[in-house]
């Protein structure tokens, strides 16, 4: 079955760095388009991030262009997170998201368990 | 970007009956467009895609219209697993985004 497992969360000082992983299994990850989403406490869903299943193409929002960036392992089955500069407004659940459909950009149809990051100093 | 507008921000039904939850774009997204739910504390399921396909395992109580810029998710018959937080996406251009959210609650 597929599986989504995140690690690397926790409370980090604004201007410092954090690396969210997220292992994949149950699925041929190279073929998918992995996405990060991300959720404040009490808010609603805003998308981070996606890399292509090959990873020739990333977008990001705005808010996080050119302090996060987002990479992959396709050997490992391991999607990334790195995340720099790192606001009190960065605040939220991550989670990590698989495209539905194989090499298309698509909606997420799994999801891994979500790792809470906190910025606070 | 594309702003989306969910309504109404709650909804209060009750368990058998029908609910209906709208979802407009700030511009046309063609049929790019995403329903899911979640429940406190876990991560959002999927249930529509391309405005009108239900994902997998979704049943068919579930279905969802529109496109271009306005959107409608159905629950025909609202079971109690059905009591949640509602969120529209669009992913027809970058940034995807995702409404604000409807809240189902039990009337």
């Known amino acids: 079955q597929v599986q989504l497992v995140q690690s690397g969360g926790g409370v980090v000082q604004p201007g410092r760095s954090l690396r969210l992983s997220c292992a994949a299994s149950g699925f041929t990850f190279s073929s998918y388009g992995m996405h990060w989403v991300r959720q404040a406490p009490g808010k609603g869903l805003e998308w981070v991030a996606v890399m292509s299943y090959d990873g020739s193409r990333q977008y990001y929002a705005d808010s996080v262009k050119d302090r996060f960036t987002i990479s992959r392992d396709n050997s490992a089955s391991t999607l990334y997170l790195q995340m720099n500069s790192l606001r009190a407004e960065d605040t939220a659940v991550y989670y990590c998201?698989?495209?539905?459909?194989?090499?298309?950009?698509?909606?997420?149809?799994?999801w891994g368990q979500g790792t809470l990051v906190t910025v606070s100093s | 970007e594309i702003v989306m507008t969910q309504s109404p921000a709650t909804l209060s039904v009750s368990p058998g009956e029908r609910a209906t939850l709208s979802c407009r774009a700030s511009q046309s997204v063609s049929t790019n467009l995403a329903w899911y739910h979640q429940k406190p504390g876990q991560a959002p399921r999927l249930l529509i895609y391309d405005a009108s396909t239900r994902a997998t395992g979704i049943p068919a109580r579930f279905s969802g219209s529109g496109s271009g810029t306005e959107f409608t998710l159905t629950i025909s018959s609202l079971q109690s697993e059905d009591f949640a937080l509602y969120y529209c996406?669009?992913?027809?251009?970058?940034?995807?985004?995702f409404g604000q959210g409807t809240k189902v609650e039990i009337e």
């Open positions: 998201a698989k495209s539905t459909l194989a090499k298309k950009a698509t909606p997420y149809d799994y």
């Open positions: 996406q669009q992913y027809n251009n970058w940034p995807w985004t």
